[in-house]
């Protein structure tokens, strides 16, 4: 059995609090907790599932496999959701009747029978096997498998103590994961543009044969805005009124994966910027913009 990403298993739809933060997409986000009871969802695989009671899940830096540990650290357990594509419950059963290789010496092989809990759910316990394998630990492994194609493995190392109640966290999360039609579900559809938006920095960075252009808009949660902008063009804006610095007020209307902004000047016209997320982008009157923190604002 492969191990491959993980991090759609439990994706869900948010916003990513980081320095360039982007719009909604099916990727979990690094270092993002998530506790129980919280719904995730990955709109590409059409599934969702729910963090178990007690529980917390993250998708830790620099790693692709979703984590789950006891939210009050009380016992040894970590469960980890993996995902295998172009996999079915058939080929899923081959794999995990021969184990896999998770490093140089170190074989995950089934301690016992693989058994089906369900028509959709394999479960089986499981050792490490290897030079360097810790006899005392313990594990369980679940998959629970798309017709379309894909399955989802959930494995649960944990102490010979934590092992039974981690078993049943670990069922939880696999009876409340599920697979549907997801196609016709936006994840714009109750986007809060105004949130977003409030105390970032809407910014683009470009080179061209003129030289280097930046342009730079912090949207304060208060109302107000500053911005610096290069050149009269950085907003498509004609008049060169625009340029360098300014300030003012701001409003927005919104619907769905579109919004205005509406920017008011102390001593100019007022104008619009249409903003649209596409994908993990977003573009301000047809023009990528970057979106982070704003240090501006206070």
Not at 81 to 92: D, G, K, S
């Amino acid at each position: 059995m492969k191990l491959r990403s993980a991090a759609q298993a439990l994706a869900f739809v948010f916003i990513a609090h980081q320095s360039l933060a982007q719009l909604p997409t099916d990727r979990m986000s690094p270092g993002v907790m998530h506790y129980a009871g919280d719904t995730v969802r990955s709109i590409r695989l059409g599934l969702s599932a729910i963090v178990p009671a007690g529980w917390k899940a993250v998708l830790p830096r620099d790693t692709e496999v979703v984590v789950l540990v006891p939210d009050d650290n009380s016992s040894a357990s970590t469960i980890y959701a993996v995902l295998n594509e172009n996999m079915t419950l058939a080929q899923q059963r081959i794999n995990l009747e021969k184990g896999f290789i998770l490093a140089e010496g170190l074989t995950m092989v089934p301690d016992g029978n693989v058994t089906q809990r369900s028509n959709e759910v394999l479960a089986t316990n499981a050792k490490l096997s290897g030079e360097k394998a810790n006899k005392q630990a313990r594990f369980y492994i679940e998959s629970k498998c798309n017709p379309v194609g894909y399955c989802l493995a959930f494995v649960l190392q944990a102490d010979a103590a934590s092992l039974d109640k981690g078993k049943k966290a670990l069922q939880q999360l696999v009876d409340n994961t599920v697979f549907q039609d997801m196609s016709h579900i936006s994840p714009y559809a109750n986007f809060d543009w105004k949130e977003f938006l409030s105390n970032k920095l809407l910014l683009r960075f470009r080179r061209d044969a003129s030289g280097k252009q930046e342009d730079e808009l912090d949207l304060c949660k208060d109302g107000t805005f500053r911005s610096n902008i290069t050149r009269s063009g950085g907003f498509n804006i004609p008049s060169k009124e625009y340029a360098g610095k300014n300030k003012g007020t701001w409003s927005l209307t919104s619907d769905k994966d579109k919004a205005t902004i509406t920017l008011t000047f102390k001593k100019l016209k007022p104008i619009t910027l249409e903003v649209q997320g596409k994908d993990e982008e977003i573009y301000v009157n047809g023009n990528r913009y970057f979106v982070g923190e704003s240090d501006t604002c206070k």
